[in-house]
Structures are given as C-alpha cells and as structure tokens.
C-alpha cells in the first residue's frame, strides 16, 4: 500500500486536525451569513474552487464545502482536476498511491476509475503539487462519511485535453456508475492590482458562466489573464455539457488576498457551483 505523504500541511493549511477545524470555523463564522444554503438542495456536479493557503482562499472555498456539506447527496467519489505548478509528469497525470495522508487521516484513491481512463500515472506529478492537496483536509472537514478521490493533475492546458478529461470521466462513470463530483482548482489572477484582476477576471468569468470553455481558453490566453487553472475550469464545463443540456452555475463568492493581507498586488479567488435543478 503506497500513501502520498502531505507536501504543504504547516504551510498551506495547519498541520494538526484541530488547528483546521479551528481556522475553518473562525473563517465560517465571518462567512456563514453569505453562503447560499439553498443551493445545497440541487444536485450538485460540481466547482470551481480556490486552491491557495486557506488563510487567504478559503473565504471563497468554504461556500462550496458548506453546501457540500448540507446536500442531502452522499459522493463515492470526488475527482480533483489540478493545475500542475511542478512540471513533474505527463499532460494528464492520474496518482500512483493508494491513499493520501492529511492531518485527518488518509483518503483512499478511487482506482476503479484507472482502468477506464486511460491516463498516465505519475507519483512525481503530485508529490509535492498543492493545488489538489489544500482540498483533501476541506472535504474531510466538511464530510461526516467516508469518500474516496481521484487526482488528476494538467501540466498541458488546452480544449483537446479539457474535452478528453470529461468524456473519459463521462464514460468510465457510465460503467461504473457511481456518485461523483468534480472540482475544478483555481486561483484567478495573479499579483494585479484588485481593481485591474476583477476586470480582468470578469471576462473568463462572463464565458464561464455561457458554459463556453473554449471561450475561457481563448480570453485567457488573448488578455494574458493569468488564471492558473483554466483547464481544469474547462474540463469541468465540459463534463456538465455532457451530464445535461440544461447544467447550471452559479458564482458563490469572488474576492482575493488583499482583502486579508492589505496590497496592490493581489491574487484572486472565486467559487462558483456548477448544478442541475430538482
């Protein structure tokens, strides 16, 4: 049995279980007034979730948990679509142990999908990767059952490897037919001016929310807007396209680093659900 140690607990998120439950509690008590709680009755397929150290992002990420944590649906399995900052890997890059460590235990990964997907497998690519880590310690948090994951980093963004990412998910569920859900890590823009990453953001958020990711990847890419994630964004619109004709979404909480550590040069988060209606 092979287990991912964790890369950035003490650094991104504290490293024991109580002092996580505490720094999330404190953040909830500021938030809880502004979460959405009624969205916890959809059927949720997914969001779009910040991945930087919970002290700045988890403002917007909480949103997510805590509706999350409210649904009445129970996932077998979350996978967790990531950015890769290393370099270490293939384009697409599935984990090769079997369980992540975090201060709350460990967390199974969900190999009944790997025969189906038909992606890589690379320890190095999440070793010391953080963008699907910071996630593993929410869920557990916010879960009062038993879950399991399936990391999947993207050193190669681009629409090809999106649309690959959600049909091979598509069609591996068809088979195996499980509950899942998708989260798509991303910071938006990167060490701007606030006023300059909210106009900036604004419009890979404006195509997020047409549903259109080859809109995001050409707006990205044509204004340099340094949104880190934007294949996994992408690969998460794809996958609702295939779920329904109809997916919703809906923008949960935006803000950035500056409204907790005062700068000119911030870094944006935003959280923003992807559902269908009952």
Request: charged letters at 25%.
């Amino acid at each position: 049995m092979k287990i991912r140690e964790p890369a950035v607990a003490g650094r991104f998120y504290p490293g024991t279980k109580k002092e996580i439950s505490d720094m999330l509690s404190e953040i909830l008590a500021k938030e809880k007034t502004n979460i959405d709680r009624t969205l916890s009755t959809k059927q949720i397929i997914g969001a779009i979730v910040p991945h930087a150290g919970y002290m700045f992002s988890a403002y917007q990420a909480i949103h997510f948990f805590e509706i999350l944590k409210d649904s009445e649906e129970q996932f077998d399995t979350f996978f967790i679509i990531n950015p890769n900052h290393t370099g270490y890997g293939a384009d697409i890059a599935l984990d090769e142990n079997d369980y992540w460590e975090t201060p709350f235990g460990n967390v199974e990964v969900d190999k009944d999908f790997y025969d189906f997907l038909n992606f890589s497998e690379s320890e190095n690519a999440h070793k010391f990767e953080h963008s699907g880590e910071v996630m593993v310690p929410m869920l557990q948090n916010a879960l009062n059952y038993d879950f399991k994951i399936v990391p999947v980093t993207l050193t190669s963004q681009n629409p090809k490897n999106a649309k690959r990412i959600a049909e091979a998910i598509f069609k591996a569920n068809n088979i195996l037919n499980k509950k899942i859900c998708i989260i798509a890590s991303s910071d938006f823009s990167h060490y701007v001016h606030p006023q300059e990453g909210k106009r900036l953001d604004s419009f890979v958020i404006g195509e997020i929310l047409k549903l259109n990711s080859e809109g995001v990847f050409k707006e990205v890419l044509e204004k340099n807007i340094s949104v880190c994630g934007y294949g996994p964004i992408m690969a998460l619109i794809e996958y609702s396209k295939l779920v329904s004709d109809t997916p919703k979404v809906k923008i949960l909480k935006i803000g950035h680093s500056g409204e907790v550590m005062p700068s000119n040069e911030v870094v944006d988060y935003v959280s923003i659900l992807f559902y269908l209606e009952d």
